[in-house]
């Protein structure tokens, strides 16, 4: 069985020209006829999202069938945080808050998903957004780390989204690129995952341009191809790849 995979931060739906469409970012998404989909930044009811459920409308627009969004932040006027759409039954779902040092930035979770494939294999999804802060990065994939430890070990897991790595926040709307140790949080999933080989410029916004977007998957899962696709319908590069699901 052949699987397609597509990780997408979509900025609130917001595009490189500053315009929240949906509908531009359902027909990028829906050229790589996704089986699922990982989701980061979105919004749910908020003003700036003109009060729309994003996750819901993005996977009605592309005719699948499951959504779930983990809140990491409540705002008064909505919610804010990453999430699953998939073509298959989602049979569980939860999204982890991670650990905050500096409450004055960014709150960041991991959702997620379990999903019920037709061939009788799970898929654990877990859609990502890591801190700017490397402190807390560490934290969070120790975390990821024992949520996966307690998985079944017949399941299958893809772990994708924005990593963050390498990307210290100094202020607003300041950063900087870390290069020392950038590749510390990655190896750790590295003891257990295999990663996605893509080098390209995933994030490209006014602040900075880096490669932070990726994906890991286990190894009852054989990569196939993939792809970094560069757009404006986001200040972030679309992840495609397709895997093929092992025989146990």
Not at 90 to 97: A, D, E, K, P, R
Not at 191 to 197: F, G
Request: net charge negative; aromatic share 8%.
């Amino acid at each position: 069985m052949k699987i397609n995979i597509l990780s997408f931060n979509m900025c609130h739906g917001q595009g490189l020209d500053g315009i929240i469409d949906l509908d531009r970012q359902a027909q990028l998404l829906r050229k790589y006829n996704p089986d699922i989909i990982f989701l980061q930044e979105i919004d749910m009811y908020t003003l700036r999202a003109n009060k729309e459920n994003q996750i819901q409308i993005l996977c009605d627009k592309l005719n699948m069938k499951n959504s779930f969004m983990g809140v990491n932040i409540r705002h008064k006027d909505g919610y804010y945080g990453s999430g699953v759409i998939s073509n298959y039954p989602i049979i569980f779902s939860t999204n982890y808050l991670m650990h905050s040092i500096n409450i004055d930035y960014e709150k960041r979770g991991i959702a997620h998903s379990k999903i019920q494939l037709p061939n009788g294999k799970k898929i654990n999804a877990f859609s990502i957004h890591l801190s700017t802060i490397k402190e807390e990065r560490i934290i969070a994939i120790k975390d990821l780390l024992k949520v996966y430890t307690e998985l079944s070990k017949d399941e299958e897991v893809i772990v994708a989204g924005d990593f963050n790595i390498g990307i210290d926040k100094i202020g607003k709307h300041k950063y900087v690129q870390n290069r020392e140790d950038e590749e510390l949080e990655y190896k750790m999933l590295q003891e257990n995952l295999m990663k996605l080989p893509n080098n390209d410029i995933t994030w490209y916004s006014k602040e900075d341009k880096a490669c932070i977007d990726t994906m890991f998957y286990s190894k009852g899962l054989k990569l196939l191809e993939h792809k970094t696709i560069q757009n404006d319908a986001s200040d972030h590069a679309l992840l495609y790849a397709q895997y093929e699901i092992q025989e146990s």
